[in-house]
């Protein structure tokens, strides 16, 4: 696909922090949108492999604001006066709860918490001095404006006062899903701990509904255990309920996401297996099974493979929650060994979706070796991809799509379905 990246005359900053240089981390927010897109498409280009013009279909856009689902504010200021946002290399905060590329449920329920915060003298933490109590405080929001709710303290002081303020949490904000407490004591660069302490102990109070709609989708026929089809004017949507434990990954861009599993699901039904079986798809670094649950259907039998037994955990519920029969869709926890060359079983068609790293040499060459007719590779960091496209001679790129899953940046979200 050929774009176009002439100058085009600068939009207007829609954020007065970057206008003012008092937060970058929407660097080329004074880019058109049109324009950000096309340099990342071209960049993503050079650093993969050659392939056709027509390989590339046209990238999906996010929308310019109100897109983020997930706020991650390290917290800083003093006792009764919480600063929420961001910290420079000295350690100062700078406020982002109007940060406008929040979704407005996070941005209703951001000023809210910090009131809470000042009011319960939680000691927000103190990186130069290594003192204090709250480090960060992370908010996610379902496309329902439910929210889940994770405090990041450095010990269990505080844990009976944020009992006690249950009550009236929910009272003010009353989409409250989930609320824990994520213990981190020590003193490094890593956001969150091991331990997890969930305070809602109402049943489903451990995890985040995430309803989306998968634009584009055919419906199945009813009965079959497949996704819920229904009818938007002369269009069929599916949505997809997707379970998200305290300590579980989600693509932070509701919007884009649903695009993202929309195009996985209709690319892999336009090439149908003539098979005499139901077709076997397996899905690495599954998570919560997005993209598994996206693509099971009637006449294939898909497996999930994820490290963490929390997410599995929620994909296994979501699949019950779908009416997906136990052999239909099945969650292990473990990770990329099951596919070896010499177990005598090789899919159909195989979802890789892994962490920023790629998925490794070891793994590309075991897919390489094992004969995989088809792979659909979903990459944050086109680099990584690259590299592990190296390592895969004798699969080349059939489509390949870009996903503007955080605008305004040099991040780029790739799909890629590689053929033998």
Not at 305 to 330: K, W, Y
Request: aromatic fraction near 4%; charge should be positive.
């Amino acid at each position: 696909m050929r774009v176009d990246t002439r100058h085009r005359p600068s939009s207007a900053a829609f954020c007065p922090l970057h206008r003012s240089g008092a937060c970058r981390s929407c660097p080329h927010q004074g880019i058109p949108l049109v324009l950000q897109l096309a340099r990342k498409q071209q960049r993503v280009a050079r650093l993969l492999p050659p392939v056709d013009d027509d390989t590339w279909q046209s990238p999906v856009p996010s929308a310019r604001s109100a897109f983020r689902n997930k706020a991650k504010m390290a917290v800083s200021g003093r006792a009764g006066a919480p600063v929420l946002g961001v910290l420079d290399r000295a350690g100062r905060g700078t406020d982002l709860r109007s940060c406008p590329v929040h979704v407005p449920a996070i941005r209703r329920a951001l000023p809210v918490l910090a009131r809470l915060i000042g009011d319960l003298g939680l000691i927000p933490y103190d990186v130069s001095a290594r003192r204090g109590e709250l480090k960060h405080l992370l908010v996610t929001a379902s496309p329902d404006g439910d929210l889940m709710i994770r405090f990041v303290l450095r010990s269990r002081r505080h844990l009976g006062a944020l009992r006690r303020a249950l009550p009236r949490l929910r009272r003010d904000l009353p989409t409250i899903a989930v609320v824990s407490v994520n213990l981190q004591p020590v003193h490094q660069a890593v956001i969150e701990g091991e331990k997890e302490i969930v305070l809602t102990d109402e049943p489903g109070g451990d995890r985040l509904l995430m309803r989306l709609v998968l634009p584009g989708a055919q419906r199945a026929a009813d009965g079959e255990g497949a996704l819920t089809g229904r009818s938007a004017g002369a269009r069929v949507v599916v949505e997809l309920p997707l379970l998200l434990p305290t300590r579980s990954f989600f693509q932070t861009n509701t919007g884009v996401a649903e695009r993202l599993y929309a195009t996985a699901r209709a690319w892999a039904d336009d090439v149908p297996a003539a098979l005499p079986r139901p077709a076997e798809v397996w899905d690495l670094f599954c998570g919560v099974g997005g993209f598994a649950l996206a693509l099971a259907r009637p006449g294939r039998r898909v497996l999930g493979v994820e490290i963490s037994a929390p997410a599995i955990a929620g994909a296994r519920d979501a699949a019950a929650l779908m009416g997906l029969e136990p052999a239909a869709a099945r969650f292990e926890t473990g990770d990329a060994r099951v596919l070896a060359p010499g177990t005598g079983v090789t899919p159909d068609l195989l979802v890789v979706n892994p962490p920023r790293r790629g998925i490794g040499a070891d793994l590309a060459g075991r897919i390489e070796e094992s004969g995989v007719p088809r792979v659909l590779y979903s990459s944050c960091n086109p680099a990584s991809l690259a590299a592990d496209l190296a390592c895969m001679p004798s699969l080349r790129a059939r489509r390949a799509r870009l996903f503007d899953m955080f605008p305004h940046t040099d991040h780029a979200e790739v799909l890629v379905e590689l053929v033998r």
